[in-house]
């Protein structure tokens, strides 16, 4: 509840099958304020063997996902994506940064999903608060 997953170091951390609820509505220092924060990310060093599946993350204020420190279409160095729902506020699309030629690009999700990454994820509008209570419950049982 009010913050996401964030990966700082390490490596082969898997995170499946969880639900992260108003991942962005932590203002904090140390919060993520999105569904996956990658941070540092270096081949052989950190950040190397990331897996991001299965998740359910509920968005309340941003349409941002993730942010990916190492993210270049030229060099693509992200966790592994799939499979995610990810629920974003009415009227907003979701947005992915990561550099494209050079540039620092908001990517839709169709475009993010031709680099290879998220297969099978979808973005929706952010549910009520009891549809989100009941995820919850469910999850638990």
């Keep these: 509840m009010y913050g996401g997953k964030k990966n700082y170091l390490g490596h082969s951390k898997i995170d499946h099958h969880e639900i992260y609820v108003y991942a962005d509505a932590s203002k904090g220092e140390f919060g993520s304020n ?31 996902p993730y942010l990916i420190g190492a993210c270049d279409t030229a060099d693509l160095f992200v966790p592994y994506l799939a499979d995610n729902k990810i629920y974003i506020p009415s009227g907003m699309n979701a947005v992915f ?31 009520d608060v009891q549809t989100i209570i009941k995820w919850g419950r469910d999850m638990l049982q």
């Design 97 to 127: 940064p990561c550099i494209v030629n050079g540039t620092l690009t908001k990517l839709s999700l169709k475009q993010w999903q031709s680099y290879g990454l998220d297969r099978n994820t979808i973005v929706q509008v952010t549910p």
């Design 34 to 64: 999105v569904c996956l924060g990658d941070y540092a990310p270096q081949r052989g060093s950190s950040g190397w063997n990331e897996v991001f599946i299965n998740n359910t993350c509920i968005l309340y204020n941003d349409s941002i």
